[in-house]
């Protein structure tokens, strides 16, 4: 198995790996995927270096929404896993995303989502629900990742937090995100709207609301 200058075969790992996050990240998903999840099968060398934890515990650097959605939409595609319509609306929705600290795999932020971006790149099935907006209840729980999206895209309908969480928590949560949901009174719904505020918020916000104009009704 491949990445850019890095070759990984029969755990293996030949090549530079050089400081980028990204490429950090993404080899360790691709490497635990070709040698299993326990670590110590991995033999790790970074021109002549040590063991896995040349990348493992390297010090990471704060994903970038670029990073971010570059990682998702290439990772979460098809209708049970997609998350964002368009590279554009993921974009647009990250930057409402509390930054967070790298590397942590939970909690309401970008690096949480980045993570399980990565992730995704090996088990989309269980990670690209983590990554998307609604936190899946790993990055945040569906209402704060709403939230997130509603009191900066439409301050009409949602003019803050405090309020948006308690409109939130009187829903019906609906089927687990993707970005196939764009109908029915749950927060599901109101997730896809709300991302797609981001770009078009003339259009959207009304669908967020609650009570709502259809589709989210």
Wanted: hydrophobic share 35%; aromatic share 4%.
């Amino acid at each position: 198995m491949s990445h850019g200058a890095i070759v990984v075969e029969n755990c293996h790992v030949a090549g530079e790996l050089g400081d980028a996050r990204g490429m950090k990240t993404s080899l360790l998903f691709l490497v635990l995927a070709a040698c299993g999840s326990d670590s110590s099968n991995i033999d790790a060398k970074a021109g002549g270096g040590s063991d896995a934890k040349v990348f493992m515990d390297a010090p990471a650097a704060l994903a970038t929404c670029s990073d971010y959605c570059t990682t998702i939409t290439s990772a979460c595609t098809g209708a049970a896993n997609s998350q964002y319509g368009s590279m554009v609306t993921c974009i647009s929705s990250c930057s409402h995303f509390p930054v967070g600290t790298a590397g942590e795999q939970s909690g309401d932020s970008l690096q949480c989502r980045d993570y399980h971006a990565h992730a995704a790149l090996v088990d989309p099935v269980t990670h690209c629900v983590h990554a998307g907006p609604s936190g899946g209840s790993v990055c945040g729980t569906p209402c704060q990742g709403f939230c997130d999206l509603a009191v900066a895209e439409c301050p009409t309908q949602y003019p803050n937090a405090g309020g948006c969480a308690t409109t939130c928590a009187g829903m019906t949560a609906g089927s687990a995100f993707n970005s196939s949901i764009q109908s029915g009174n749950n927060v599901s719904c109101r997730v896809y709207h709300a991302t797609a505020a981001s770009t078009d918020p003339g259009t959207h916000c009304p669908h967020i609301a609650a009570p709502s104009a259809a589709p989210c009704m």
